[in-house]
């Protein structure tokens, strides 16, 4: 009974771990919503900010995915995603907007 009991809480702890790590669908509206909130973005930029973040965190998925046993390419990768999505960024809101969002994001990692 005790076996029982001590597997399906296991089981269960597992099924939770799995259902709570968030798609890149969740990530892109999370970080758009703090955007729109943080640098008061219009409809369209939502949009458009919501479409690069998404691919952003699409491709990152994919590279962790497809290059788990190779670090330094996995790192090499990303690093290219990433400075993409900087210069998509500076695009759609501007380079004034963009120094805001770095401002805002380093004020509240601190916290």
């Known amino acids: 009974m005790i076996k029982k009991l001590f597997i ?3 089981l269960l702890c597992f099924f939770h771990v799995g259902f709570s790590q968030n ?6 509206k999370k970080i758009t919503t703090k955007m729109v909130r943080a640098l008061s ?4 930029q939502k949009a458009e900010v919501y479409a690069v973040q998404l691919d952003r965190f699409t491709q990152a998925a994919e590279i962790r995915q497809n290059h788990e046993a190779e670090p330094q390419i ?5 690093k290219k995603v990433y400075n993409k999505l900087y210069e998509k960024m500076k695009a759609i809101i501007g380079k004034e ?5 770095s401002a805002y994001k380093q004020n509240n990692n601190k916290n």
Not at 41 to 44: F, K, S
Not at 74 to 78: G, I, M, P, V, Y
Not at 97 to 101: E, I, Y
């Open 8 to 10: 399906t809480t296991m």
């Open 23 to 28: 798609t890149p669908e969740q990530m892109a």
């Open 41 to 44: 973005l219009d409809e369209v």
């Open 74 to 78: 996995k790192k090499a990768k990303l």
């Open 97 to 101: 907007k963009m120094q805001k969002w």
